[in-house]
């Protein structure tokens, strides 16, 4: 699950244990319900938040065995749709919280867990391990408008974003930085959240107003928010999105 913990004027929300932190419903609603203690601390609104993870992944995404359905071993719509719908209100949250956000990414990140990384205003990566990953191409999954709106705010040349998107391309930091994905390299899991806690302590002595600031962010990223409402990859008309036919 995860843990949140005061460190100097910072909080580290970070995913344990040394699985792959597949998004599921369990895992989302931890890390939300972290974020709305967060919301509730009376120092947060001029705070920061780094979110980290143990083990070999940030992220691998969402958690498509807990999506397959026992008898017939495909993706059920309702499961997927689960996921989806939770990813998305894990996404707002981010994008709506009081304060400035960096990830501090310790091992792969895929797909959705891309994903959630790139909802963080800042992003420092390791560099001896991990890729960043946006693998659906590989895997025959239809990526989410909202993805791609996101992949659009954060990422502004279009070649990267078409080596992301359509070739699935697998980025250290260092090519990560190149492509302007990723802001800053660190070197071990341990120095890289150390890197996001220097970062994070210059940014709380800016002393910035925790609401202005979410507000300036979801002016910023009012194209994602205007995509969260809905995945035409697992809510077609009939029912029957991405999920339902694999």
């Known amino acids: 699950m995860c843990t949140l913990e005061k460190r100097g004027n910072v909080y580290i929300l970070t995913l344990t244990g040394n699985d792959e932190h597949r998004l599921n419903p369990t895992l989302l609603d931890s890390i939300r319900s972290a974020l709305r203690r967060l919301r509730s601390e009376p120092t947060s609104p001029s705070s920061v938040l780094i979110t980290t993870a143990h083990g070999k992944f940030f992220s691998n995404g969402y958690d498509l065995s807990w999506a397959r359905s026992t008898t017939s071993q495909s993706i059920t719509s309702s499961r997927y749709m689960m996921m989806s719908s939770k990813m998305r209100g894990l996404a707002s949250d981010l994008i709506s919280l009081p304060m400035p956000t960096i990830a501090a990414i310790t091992g792969h990140a895929s797909a959705a867990g891309m994903a959630f990384a790139l909802c963080h205003d800042y992003v420092i990566m390791r560099r001896d391990r991990g890729f960043l990953y946006m693998s659906e191409l590989d895997i025959g999954l239809v990526v989410p408008a909202?993805?791609?709106?996101?992949?659009?705010?954060?990422?502004?040349?279009?070649?990267?974003?078409?080596?992301?998107?359509?070739?699935?391309?697998?980025?250290?930091?260092?090519?990560?930085?190149?492509?302007?994905?990723?802001?800053?390299?660190?070197?071990s899991a341990e120095e890289t959240v150390e890197a996001a806690v220097r970062l994070g302590e210059e940014m709380f002595k800016r002393k910035w107003?925790?609401?202005?600031?979410?507000?300036?962010?979801?002016?910023?990223?009012?194209?994602?928010?205007?995509?969260?409402?809905f995945d035409g990859t697992v809510e077609e008309e009939n029912g029957k999105g991405i999920g339902s036919k694999l």
């Open 146 to 187: 909202w993805f791609v709106a996101l992949l659009e705010c954060k990422i502004g040349n279009p070649k990267a974003r078409r080596d992301v998107v359509l070739t699935a391309a697998k980025l250290t930091a260092e090519m990560a930085v190149e492509k302007g994905i990723v802001d800053k390299v660190g070197g």
């Open 209 to 229: 107003d925790g609401q202005v600031y979410a507000k300036n962010r979801m002016v910023v990223m009012g194209k994602v928010l205007d995509e969260l409402g």
